[in-house]
């Protein structure tokens, strides 16, 4: 069973769309995906939220934890409520739409309307400050929740590489309630799902919520706002300098006043987590003093897995750097104080130990015992085979995943249901070779697996197969007596054309042909006897009435002389004796 959500779960699945792909599992940088049941998972224990599976899977059903009605509840109980909105919010809306977002917000509740470039500004200049402390060692940037998650989990030996520096948003927010007073709560929007798990887990308290981009705009339409008929407006604070393309590769070197050539030899700007694992890997052979700044998500925050994909990630780029530069850097932001700090922690994942010989017994299970028979075709999700084994181990795959080992099972259990089939089967080439017969084709054409290699010919009459080879049928069905074999036999023949491969099915039916025969034998027999009873009882019942004729002649004459002799009674009597004689006779 899939292991229950944890309560501050941000990524999860949604089964009722998850179509068995695999895509999650193949993306996920960190193999946080597990399969129960044919059924993807998220283990909260391996998942750092960067939200990839969310932005790739094309079923979309990866989602993250939604918190838009805690928002708005918050909103209307009376409490004041500031908002932090990412920069990146210029590049979902449009040019006439910006400058009327800040209404929108005021429209939706928020008593306190400002960008978290806000903090950006102070952030980038104190991670400049940290790196240049550190001398001929490597610092990396930890503005992305993502990538800090990624290093105390899986590179808990880089710990100590991380800037003492909190996030952009973080550092908004504590500025917010510094300025605005504790009893004020913080809402940040943005495009990044890690954020929601560093609001609740990592800000310490000072950001209450972290929404997204997709329910901001979901809030918009419930809320019924219509941007073209509010009026513009500006926020509340003005950042200071490039904040606002923090969102961007190489936007916080930018915005700490530090070189953004791509031929640096001191910082460095990487995007995408291929490209963020690779650096951190490379780093330990470092030498010099270097700033990494890393971002999760390729070509920065505008490529979030909650920024809606209504445009490309130029175009969304452009859009940016079009309302950087129409808004000036000569923002004062505010005079308050920030307080930047934090810390990081190593929290190196326990998955234990795998030996080789757990290794080999999934190979065995598997039919990959022979290094051969290691593909490492991906189709499972993982890179190669012993990457999905240890994860059969960890119980966080299943050996049914892999599609060689499945379609060699379906193949097996084809090739059984041919062998044990009561008909016979037999398989040709193209040349109407044999290339396979099964135990009944044998039996009934007493042959051997001698015949492999020879023509049909060899056994019967080819003519079907060779009109399904010449394309005249694409299949026949006849019942023809093979007399060499003393066989009838219903057959169908047709070709399997993606093989160049002709089948031929023999079905017996020469012990009900024989059985038929006798039957019909025994229906013509009876038929017989009966016509030759009901003559015999016609000729018997004739003889009867000629008996019985005869019978009633003689009796009439006997009648006729007693009643003679009655009449000729010396007596003198009358002739009555002699009618009641007659009368008795003739009633009996």
């Given amino acids: 069973m899939e292991p229950k959500r944890h309560e501050n779960q941000v990524v999860f699945t949604n089964k009722a769309r998850c179509k068995d792909c695999y895509r999650c599992i193949r993306v996920c940088p960190v193999d946080a995906i597990g399969i129960r049941d044919g059924q993807a998972y998220v283990d909260v224990d391996r998942c750092i939220s960067c939200g990839t599976c969310i932005r790739e899977c094309p079923q979309k059903a990866k989602s993250f934890r939604r918190d838009l009605d805690s928002v708005r509840e918050l909103v209307v109980s009376g409490q004041p409520v500031a908002v932090s909105l990412a920069p ?9 739409e910006i400058k009327r977002v800040p209404s929108a917000l005021r429209r939706l509740g928020f008593g306190h309307v400002s960008e978290t470039a806000v903090g950006a500004y102070a952030v ?3 991670t400049a400050e940290c790196a240049a402390e550190h ?35 973080v550092a908004h927010a504590r500025m917010l309630k510094s300025l605005l007073g504790e009893g004020t709560r913080v809402v940040f929007i943005g495009p990044c799902v890690a954020k929601k798990q560093e609001a609740s887990e990592k800000s310490g308290g000072a950001v209450d919520f972290a929404l997204t981009f997709t329910e901001l705009l979901e809030w918009l339409e419930l809320e019924h706002v219509d941007l073209s008929i509010l009026e513009e407006s500006d926020f509340d604070m003005v ?44 780093l330990t052979d470092s030498r010099g003093p270097l700033l990494v700044e890393p971002l999760f998500c390729d070509q920065g925050c505008i490529n979030g897995p909650a920024m809606p994909a209504n445009e490309t990630v130029y175009q969304r780029r452009k859009a940016l750097l079009q309302y950087v530069l129409a808004s000036g850097q000569d923002g004062v932001g505010s005079d308050e104080p920030m307080d930047l700090a934090a810390s990081f922690g190593r929290r190196p994942l326990s998955t ?30 993982y890179s190669s085979c012993r990457e999905q084994a240890i994860a059969v181990i960890r119980q966080m795959a299943e050996p049914e995943m892999c ?104 079905v017996n039916l020469t012990s009900s042909l024989l059985n038929k025969k006798q039957l019909d034998v025994l229906r013509a027999r009876t038929v017989q006897q009966a016509r030759d009873l009901l003559s015999h009882q016609i000729e018997i ?11 009633t002649a003689e009796g009439e004459k006997l009648l006729e002389n007693l009643v003679k002799v009655a009449q000729e009674n010396p007596t003198g009597g009358d002739d009555r004796n002699g ?3 007659k009368d008795t006779y003739t009633s009996t």
């Fill in 579 to 581: 009618s009641w004689l």
């Fill in 352 to 381: 234990g130990d795998v030996t080789e010989e757990q290794i080999r017994q999934v190979f065995a299970q598997t039919g990959k015992e022979n290094p051969d028979d290691q593909l490492n075709c991906g189709a499972c999700g």
């Fill in 88 to 96: 990146s919010f210029a590049a979902i809306f449009k040019a006439w």
């Fill in 403 to 506: 599609v060689p080992y499945m379609r060699r099972l379906a193949e097996q259990r084809t090739d059984r249901i041919i062998e044990t089939s009561p008909n016979g089967i037999v398989i040709l080439d193209e040349r109407l070779t044999i290339l396979h017969v099964n135990p009944s084709f044998k039996r009934l054409f007493m042959c051997s697996e001698a015949v492999y290699g020879k023509p049909i010919s060899y056994l019967m009459d080819p003519e079907p197969f060779e009109q399904i080879a010449a394309g005249k049928a694409e299949l026949i069905e006849t019942t023809v007596e093979h007399d060499k074999y003393s066989l009838v036999c219903h057959q169908i023949v047709y070709a399997l054309h993606d093989v160049k491969q002709y089948v031929g099915v023999f």
């Fill in 239 to 282: 950042p200071e300098g490039w904040a606002r393309s923090f969102p961007l590769a190489g936007g916080s070197l930018q915005t700490a006043s530090l070189s953004t050539s791509l031929l640096a030899a001191d910082v460095l700007s990487v995007t995408g987590t291929e490209e963020v694992k690779d650096t951190l890997e490379s």
């Fill in 541 to 551: 019942a004739g003889k009867i009435a000629q008996f019985l004729g005869e019978s």
């Fill in 124 to 126: 980038a200049k104190k």
């Fill in 135 to 169: 001398g001929d060692s490597f610092s990396i940037g930890t503005a992305c929740p993502a990538v800090v998650n990624y290093i105390e989990r899986y590179r808990p030996d880089l710990v100590g590489a991380l800037v003492p520096v909190c996030s952009p948003m």
